[in-house]
Nanobody, 119 residues
Framework: VQLQASGGGLVQAGGSLRLSCVAS????????MGWFRQAPGKERELAAA????????YYADSVKGRFTISRDNAKNTVFLQMNSLKPEDTAVYYC?????????????WGQGTLVTVSS
């Protein structure tokens, strides 16, 4: 499975961004999908995850109420809508696919997209 993430950029605090991750080379609808993020000097963390049916969703406490993960299995795409962004959301965001684990741990990884939130 190949994953291509996009949508990162520079935004002011309070603004919004929408990340997209397109999958190819596998049966997308059978994978749980997650968005991880890694800030400078910090460990990578799972920000949000969605099961292959969309019936289970996970959010880290730090993003609950601000981020929304969704998926379109017909388009092999997972999205992360990020609202009310804060400077502490600045990180490289990676999408990941996982066949068996919940929450998603990541069997396959995208290349990452940088999100920078200015204060």
């Amino acid at each position: 499975v190949q994953l291509q993430a996009s949508g990162g950029g520079l935004v002011q605090a309070g603004g919004s961004l929408r990340l997209s991750c397109v999958a190819s080379g596998g049966t997308f609808s059978r994978y749980g999908m997650g968005w991880f993020r890694q800030a400078p000097g910090k460990e990578r963390e799972l920000a949000a995850a969605i099961s292959w049916t969309g019936g289970r969703i996970y959010y880290a406490d730090s993003v609950k109420g601000r981020f929304t993960i969704s998926r379109d299995n017909a388009k092999n795409t997972v999205f992360l809508q990020m609202n009310s962004l804060k400077p502490e959301d600045t990180a490289v965001y990676y999408c990941a696919a996982d066949r068996t684990n919940w929450p998603v741990r990541g069997d396959y990884w995208g290349q990452g997209t940088l999100v920078t939130v200015s204060s």
